[in-house]
């Protein structure tokens, strides 16, 4: 083999595995230190939500989301409202009393109700970042879930949030009670 071809290979190997990975260009919705306000396309429902932190910029993160169509067969929403703010810094529970669809720093649910549905097999997720400081995902199980709430412990020694999120199926018929 040519030594000046096999030098260069070695050298193109080097400079690609030394080079860090890239979070500038994954969608994110915000800059470092950068305030946001993002909420799904009508007709949209949340259904991944992504985070980079970094504390080299401030202990920050920068935050991505994903949204897909609503099912056809849940028609319009007969109702929509901002759910209670959380302050910056603390702990913070948000359940919509019906049933939310997209998330938007200090945090504030968008929620719907969609009449004649009711909340069935809810479960929280695990945290998310597992750990604080690191990157962060949650992605819908599966299709016919919606993001219902969420729950968020801070970390003032750490400068980072850790979040739970309610996770719920939607019944296909009327409910005979409440929709709580």
């Known amino acids: 083999m040519n030594p000046a071809l096999l030098a260069s290979v070695l050298s193109l190997l080097a400079t690609v595995a030394a080079q860090p990975y890239d979070h ?26 992504r985070s980079y932190f970094s ?21 319009e929403p007969s109702d929509c409202w901002w759910d209670d703010i959380n302050r910056a810094g ?19 649910f968008y929620c719907c109700y969609y009449k ?11 945290d998310v970042p597992e750990y604080y ?10 299709y016919g879930y919606f993001i219902r709430g969420a729950q968020t ?16 199926r939607l019944t296909d018929f009327d409910c005979e009670f409440e929709n709580l």
């Open 24 to 49: 500038y260009d994954m969608g994110w919705v915000n800059g470092y230190r950068q305030g946001f306000n993002f909420q799904c396309p009508h007709g949209e429902l949340l259904v991944a939500i």
């Open 55 to 75: 504390e080299k910029e401030g202990s920050d993160r920068l935050w991505s989301f994903e949204c897909q169509p609503v099912p056809d067969n849940m028609g």
């Open 90 to 108: 603390l702990e913070w529970t948000s359940t919509c009393t019906r049933i939310p669809l997209n998330p938007p720093r200090e945090w504030q």
């Open 116 to 126: 004649r549905r009711c909340p069935y097999s809810c479960m929280k997720t695990a």
């Open 133 to 142: 400081r690191e990157e962060g995902e949650m992605v819908i199980p599966a």
């Open 153 to 168: 412990t801070f970390s003032g020694v750490l400068r980072d949030r850790q979040w739970k999120y309610i996770l719920c």
